[in-house]
C-alpha cells in the first residue's frame, strides 16, 4: 500500500514537472519569435554590399548564433547588437524596440542614416548606444530620457542638430556622453550639471554658443569636458577644480572665452590635458599650473597672454605636448625645458622669445616637433645638432637671428622631414650630408648669407639634395650663392614640386634637363645673372603654374613650346634681353592670370588670340617696341585690375571698349603715340586708382564724366594736346599742374588762364551741331520705328503660326493691395532674397496657403522681358519638377508673380549655409531631380525650352527636400526646327557654356553645361568663383586634374566622408563616377556633350 502511494505521489510530481517546463519554453519560444521578427526586420533594413547579414542572419539557426548578437544565459533573449565597422548602411527599423532585454545596441562606423524611432524609448534595459560616425539626423530624441539604465551614450559624427535639453536629468546612471561633430546649436542645458555620475562629456565641432552653465564645475565625478571648436563664451570660474577632483581632461580650445585662465586649474591635481587655445584668455598663466605634475598636454596658444615660461617648468616630468604658439610671450626658453625627458612637441611660434635654444633640448630622444618661427631668437645651433634627435621630424626656426653655419650633424637627424632655417643669418656651405636625410619634404634656408666654397663655383649641394627621394619644396633664394647650376638638376625625383632660388647670383644657363621634373608646380629664378634661352625642355613641366624668370639676362624669343603649360597661371619674364614677337599660341593657355613681359625687346603686335586670355588678371608688356592699334578686343579682359602698355609705340586711338574694364585699377598708357580723344567711356572704369596717358598725341577735351570715379589716387596726361577746361570736381580737386605739363590749351585750373569766350564760342557751335544731329535723329527714330512696327505685324502672324508650341495655362489674377497685404507691406521681415530682376517675399493668403511672391524691380533693364517670359514660359509648365506658378498681377508700374513656396529655400543654401547638410543620397536625390526638370524642359514639348542660368540659388527644395528648377527670366523657346538661337542676354558667370558667354549662342547643351558645373559644386562644395580659382584653376580642371582614384579625396566635400567609415571607399566610387558624369556634361564643344536623356539616364 505505501508502495503504491509512493510511486502515485512520485508519478503527480513528474507531471507537474512536466508540465511547467513545457509552460517554460512555450513562453521562450514566444519570446523568441519576438526577437526573431525584429531582427529580420532590421535585417530588411540593412544594405550589405558584402551580403555577410542577408547570408548569416538565418531563421535556420538561432539568432543568439547569428553574426553581433549576443543573448543572455538565462532567458535565451537578445542582449547585445554589435555590427561596428561593418561596412553596412540602412536605418533603424521601430521593430528594433521590442528587443526588450536588450542592453548594448553599437553600429559605429558605418553609413546608417534617418530618424531614430521613437520606439526605441521601450527598451529600458539598455546602458550602452553606440551610433558614432553614422549619418544618422534629427534632434537629441527626447525619449532618450525614459532609459534610465544608460551609463553610455555616443552620437559623434553624425547629423543631428537642434537644441540639446529635454529629460536629460533622468540619465541618473550616465558615465559617459559623446555628441561631438555634429550640428548641435543654442545654449548648454543646465540639465547636463544634474547627472550624479557623469565623468565624460564630449560635445566638441557644434555650434553651441553662450557660457558654460556654472553648476557644470559642480560634478564631482566629471573627469573629461571638451567643448572644442564651438562658438561658447564667457568667464570661466575662479575656482574651477574646487568641485572637480577627478578632472583629467579640459578641452576648450576654438571657442569665444575670455578673461584669465581660471587660478584654480592649479588645484586640478589629477588634470592631464589642458587645452585652452584659439580663445582670448588674457593675462598670465596661473602659477599653479606648473606644478600639476600629471600634465601631459598644454595647449594655450592664440591667446593674448602676458608673462614669460618660469624655470619651474620642469616639474611637469610628464609633459609630452607644449604649444604655447601665437600667445605673446616674453623672456627666454629656460634651460629647464631640456629637462622634460617625455617632450615631444615644442611650440613656441609668434611669440617675442629672446636669447638662444637651450642647448639640452637638442639631446632629446622624444622630441619630433620644435616649432619656434618668428620670435627674436639668437645664437648658433650646437656641434652636435642632430646626433641625439633620433626621432626629430620638423625643425621649425624661420624668421629669428640665428648665425653660424650648418653643421654636417644635423644628417644624423634621420626622420627629418622639414628643415626650415629661412630669414635668418646662417652663413658658411650647405653642407652635402644633407642628401643621407632621406625622408627630408620641406628645405628652406631662404634669405640668409649661405655662399658656395666649391672651386668650380657649381652648386654642389644641389647634387646632393637630389638623393632626398621625397623632397617637395627647395627654396635657396635671397643667398649670395654666386654659382652656376648644376646641369644634373632635372636628377631630383618626381616629387619635387618648387624650386625657388631668387636672387642668389646663379650665373649659367637654365640646363635642358630641368624639362626631368615632370611634376614640378612652380619654378623661380628671378633676379639673378641668368643668360641664354629659355629652355624648350620645359615643355615636359606640364603641372607648371607658376614660372618666374625676370630680371636676368635672358635672350632669345619666347618659345612657343611654353604653350604647352596648359596649367599656367602666372608667367614672368620681365627685365630680360627677350626678342622677337609673342607666341601667339599664349592665347591658348586659358588658365594665364598673371602675364609679366615687360622691359626686353619684343616686336610686332600683340596676337589677335592674346585678347581671348578673358581671365587675365594682370598684364604688363610696357619696355618693349609693340606697335598697332590697340583693338576693340581690349575690353573682353572683364577681370583685369592691372594693365601696363607704356613705353610701347601704339598708334591710333583708345577704344570705347575700355570702358568696360570695370574693375580695372591701374592703366598706364604713357609714352606711346596714341591719337584721338580720352574715351567718355572710361567714367565706367569704377575701381580705378592710377590712370596715366601723358607722352601721346590725344586731342579735345578731359571729359567731364571722369569726375565721378572718385577712387582716382593718380591721374596724368602731361604731354598731349588737350584743350578746354580741367574737370574741378571729384578727384580733380587733389591733383596738381603736374598732372597736367605741356597740353596745347587747358584752362581754368588756378595755375592756367581762365577759360575765355572761346570756348564758349566752341560750345556754342557743340551745340548747333548737337541740335542738327538730334533732328536727323529724330527722322532716323521714326524710320526705325516704323520698320519696327512692320517687323513686330510680321512676328504675330508667325507667333499665331505657332501658337501649338506650348499649351498655355490661364490663371485668375491677384491684386497689388491683396499682396501688399499678405507680405505686411512687402517687409523686409518677409523678404526671402533678391535676385538679378528683383525681390521675393513671403506670403500668407487668407485660405492659409503660403505664396513666393516675386515683385520683379521695374527700374533694372530688362525687368519687363524678363516678367513677360517668365509668365510665358511658366504658365505653360507642368512638372513636379519645375516651379509652378499660381497666379500674377500686373500693371504699368508693378509687376509680379505669385509662385509655389519651397519652405527648404534653395540648394546653395544647403550647400554653403550652416547648419544645412546634404549627404551623398539627398544630394544625388536633388540633382536627378534637375535633371528630370530639364529633361522635360528638352524633350517634353514640341519646341524645346532653355533655361539659360541653371545654378544652386535657382534650385529650389519643398517639404519633402524635392528639387525644383526655378527663375525662367531669360529662358528661350527654340522655335520649331531651331537648335540654336543667339541672344544678346548673359547668364551667370562660371555656370555659362562657353559657347553661350562668348557668342551669345544657346542651346539645350548650354543647359547640359550648366547642369554639369553644378554637379561639380554639389558634390565638391566649391563654387565655380571660389577663391581658389582665381589664378591658374577652373572648378572643371581641378576636377579633371583630379580624376585618378588616388587624389579624388582632394576635390570630394569632406563632409561627406569619414575616414571611420568602412564604406568610404565605395561612397568615393560613387562619388567619382558622378564627377565623371559631369565632366561628360561641360566638354568645351558643345556638339561634344551628352544630352539631358543620356545625363538622366546615367544618374
Known amino acids: 500500500m505505501q508502495r503504491t502511494y509512493f510511486l502515485f505521489v512520485a508519478a503527480l510530481a513528474l507531471h507537474f514537472i512536466a508540465t511547467g517546463s513545457a509552460s517554460i519554453i512555450v513562453a521562450n519560444n514566444q519570446n523568441n519569435t519576438v526577437d526573431l521578427n525584429a531582427l529580420l526586420a532590421f535585417k530588411a533594413a540593412i544594405f550589405d554590399p558584402q551580403r555577410t547579414i542577408q547570408t548569416n542572419w538565418s531563421t535556420s539557426t538561432s539568432v543568439c548564433n547569428w553574426i553581433g548578437i549576443s543573448c543572455n544565459a538565462r532567458h535565451y533573449r537578445v542582449a547585445v547588437i554589435d555590427l561596428s565597422y ?413 624650386i625657388i632660388a631668387s636672387n642668389c647670383g646663379i650665373i649659367s644657363e637654365i640646363p635642358s634637363s630641368i624639362g626631368n621634373l615632370s611634376n614640378l608646380v612652380e619654378l623661380g629664378f628671378s633676379t639673378n645673372s641668368l643668360t641664354g634661352v629659355i629652355p624648350t625642355t620645359m615643355k615636359w613641366l606640364l603641372k607648371l603654374q607658376r614660372i618666374d624668370l625676370s630680371d636676368n639676362q635672358m635672350q632669345g624669343a619666347i618659345p612657343s613650346e611654353l604653350c604647352y603649360l596648359l596649367n599656367l597661371g602666372g608667367l614672368y619674364l620681365a627685365k630680360n634681353k627677350l626678342s622677337g614677337v609673342v607666341p601667339s599660341c599664349l592665347g591658348n593657355v586659358t588658365t594665364l592670370r598673371y602675364v609679366y613681359l615687360n622691359s626686353n625687346n619684343l616686336s610686332s603686335m600683340i596676337p589677335t588670340s592674346f585678347w581671348s586670355l578673358r581671365d587675365i588678371l594682370e598684364l604688363d608688356m610696357s619696355g618693349n617696341y609693340l606697335t598697332g592699334s590697340l583693338p576693340a578686343e581690349i575690353g573682353t579682359f572683364k577681370a583685369l585690375f592691372y594693365l601696363n ?165 490661364t490663371f485668375e489674377r491677384v491684386s497689388f493691395h491683396e499682396l501688399r497685404q499678405i507680405t505686411n507691406g512687402f517687409s523686409e521681415s518677409n523678404l526671402l532674397g533678391s535676385g538679378s530682376f528683383g525681390s521675393v517675399y513671403k506670403g500668407i493668403h487668407e485660405n492659409g496657403m503660403i505664396w513666393a511672391i516675386k515683385v520683379f524691380d521695374l527700374q533694372l533693364e530688362g525687368a519687363f522681358t524678363s516678367f513677360d517670359r517668365e509668365c510665358e514660359v511658366l504658365s505653360c509648365l507642368r512638372h513636379r519638377n519645375l516651379t509652378r506658378v499660381i497666379t500674377a498681377c500686373s500693371s504699368l508700374d508693378f509687376k509680379a508673380l505669385v509662385l509655389e513656396y519651397m519652405p527648404n529655400g534653395s540648394l546653395e543654401k544647403w550647400l554653403h549655409s550652416n547648419p544645412h547638410f546634404l549627404n551623398i543620397k539627398q544630394r544625388l536625390d536633388v540633382m536627378i531631380d534637375v535633371a528630370c526638370g530639364l529633361e522635360h524642359l528638352h524633350y517634353g514639348y514640341s519646341a524645346p525650352i532653355v533655361h539659360c542660368d541653371l545654378k544652386p540659388s535657382n534650385i529650389l527644395l519643398d517639404q519633402d527636400m524635392i528639387g525644383h528648377v526655378c527663375d525662367f527670366g531669360i529662358a528661350k523657346l527654340l522655335g520649331d526646327g531651331e537648335s540654336v538661337v543667339q541672344t544678346k542676354t548673359l547668364a551667370t558667370f562660371g555656370y555659362i557654356a562657353p559657347e553661350y558667354g562668348l557668342e551669345g549662342l544657346v542651346s539645350t547643351s548650354c543647359d547640359v553645361y550648366s547642369f554639369g558645373i553644378t554637379l561639380m559644386e554639389t558634390f565638391t562644395k566649391r563654387k565655380p568663383k571660389d577663391e581658389m580659382f582665381i589664378e591658374e584653376l577652373s572648378l572643371r580642371r581641378w576636377i579633371q586634374e583630379c580624376s585618378p582614384d588616388s587624389v579624388i579625396l582632394q576635390v570630394i566635400d569632406a563632409d561627406l566622408l569619414h575616414s571611420e567609415d568602412k564604406t568610404v571607399q565605395r561612397k568615393i566610387e560613387c562619388i567619382s563616377s558622378i564627377l565623371q558624369l559631369s565632366l561628360s556634361c561641360t566638354t568645351d564643344a558643345p556638339e561634344e556633350r551628352i544630352n539631358m536623356k543620356e545625363v538622366l539616364r546615367a544618374l
Open 645 to 809: 602698355l607704356s613705353n610701347n609705340q601704339y598708334l591710333g586711338g583708345i577704344p570705347s571698349t575700355i570702358g568696360a574694364l570695370q574693375d580695372l585699377q591701374e592703366l598706364s598708357l604713357e609714352h606711346n603715340k596714341l591719337q584721338g580723344l580720352i574715351p567718355d567711356s572710361m567714367k565706367n572704369m569704377l575701381q580705378l586708382l592710377h590712370l596715366d596717358l601723358s607722352f601721346n598725341h590725344l586731342e579735345g577735351e578731359i571729359p567731364n564724366s571722369l569726375q565721378v570715379l572718385s577712387d582716382l589716387q593718380y591721374f596724368n596726361v602731361s604731354y598731349n594736346r588737350l584743350r578746354g577746361p580741367i574737370p574741378h570736381g571729384g578727384p580733380f580737386a587733389n591733383f596738381t599742374n603736374l598732372s597736367f605739363l605741356s597740353n596745347e590749351a587747358l584752362c581754368g585750373a588756378p595755375w592756367l588762364q581762365p577759360c575765355t569766350s572761346t570756348f564758349e564760342h566752341e560750345s556754342k557751335t557743340k551745340r548747333i551741331v548737337m541740335i542738327v544731329l538730334l533732328a536727323s535723329g529724330s527722322v532716323i527714330l521714326a524710320l526705325v520705328i516704323s520698320i519696327f512696327l512692320m517687323r513686330l505685324k510680321l512676328r504675330k502672324k508667325t507667333l499665331a503660326a505657332t501658337q501649338n508650341l506650348l499649351p498655355m495655362a
Open 86 to 498: 561593418m561596412g553596412i548602411a540602412g536605418t533603424i527599423p521601430p521593430q528594433l524596440g521590442n528587443l526588450s532585454f536588450l542592453i548594448r545596441l553599437n553600429v559605429m562606423n558605418n553609413s546608417f542614416h534617418g530618424h531614430l524611432p521613437t520606439e526605441l524609448s521601450r527598451l529600458h534595459r539598455l546602458k550602452y548606444i553606440n551610433l558614432a560616425s553614422n549619418d544618422f539626423e534629427g534632434e537629441f530624441p527626447s525619449w532618450l530620457g525614459d532609459l534610465s539604465a544608460l551609463w553610455y551614450i555616443n552620437f559623434e559624427s553624425n547629423i543631428f542638430s537642434g537644441s540639446l535639453s529635454g529629460r536629460l536629468s533622468n540619465f541618473t546612471e550616465l558615465e559617459t556622453i559623446g555628441l561631438g561633430y555634429n550640428f548641435f546649436t543654442g545654449n548648454l542645458s543646465e540639465e547636463f550639471s544634474a547627472l550624479p555620475k557623469l565623468r565624460v562629456l564630449e560635445i566638441q565641432s557644434n555650434q553651441l554658443v553662450g557660457p558654460l552653465p556654472q553648476a557644470l564645475f559642480n560634478l564631482s565625478s566629471l573627469q573629461i569636458i571638451a567643448f572644442t571648436n564651438n562658438s561658447l563664451s564667457g568667464y570661466l570660474p575662479a575656482h574651477i577644480c574646487d568641485y572637480l577632483p577627478q578632472l583629467q581632461g579640459l578641452y576648450l580650445s576654438l571657442n569665444n572665452f575670455e578673461g584669465e585662465i581660471p587660478s584654480g586649474v592649479g588645484e586640478c591635481s589629477e588634470l592631464q590635458v589642458l587645452s585652452l587655445s584659439y580663445n582670448k584668455f588674457g593675462g598670465y598663466t596661473p602659477n599653479g599650473v606648473w606644478n600639476l605634475t600629471t600634465l601631459t598636454i598644454i595647449e594655450l596658444g592664440e591667446n593674448d597672454l602676458t608673462g614669460e615660461i618660469p624655470k619651474v617648468i620642469d616639474n611637469l616630468y610628464n609633459l609630452e605636448k607644449l604649444a604655447m604658439d601665437h600667445a605673446n610671450m616674453t623672456g627666454i626658453i629656460p634651460l629647464e625645458v631640456g629637462n622634460l625627458s617625455k617632450l615631444e612637441v615644442l611650440n613656441l611660434q609668434s611669440n617675442r622669445l629672446r636669447g638662444p635654444i637651450p642647448l639640452k633640448l637638442f639631446n632629446s630622444s622624444t622630441i619630433r616637433i620644435i616649432a619656434l618661427t618668428e620670435n627674436d631668437l639668437s645664437g648658433e645651433l650646437p656641434l652636435t645638432i642632430g646626433a641625439f634627435l633620433p626621432n626629430l621630424e620638423e625643425l621649425h626656426l624661420w624668421r629669428n637671428e640665428f648665425t653660424g653655419t650648418i653643421l654636417t650633424s644635423i644628417s644624423n637627424a634621420s626622420r627629418l622631414r622639414i628643415l626650415d632655417l629661412g630669414v635668418n643669418h646662417f652663413t658658411g656651405a650647405i653642407p652635402h650630408s644633407l642628401g643621407n636625410l632621406r625622408l627630408l619634404e620641406h628645405f628652406d634656408i631662404w634669405q640668409n648669407d649661405f655662399s658656395e666654397d666649391s672651386l668650380s663655383k657649381e652648386l654642389s649641394f644641389i647634387i646632393s639634395l637630389s638623393n632626398c627621394k621625397h623632397l617637395r619644396t627647395l627654396w635657396i633664394g635671397d643667398n649670395p650663392l654666386n654659382g652656376f647650376l648644376p646641369k644634373s638638376i632635372g636628377n631630383f625625383s618626381s616629387s619635387l614640386e618648387s
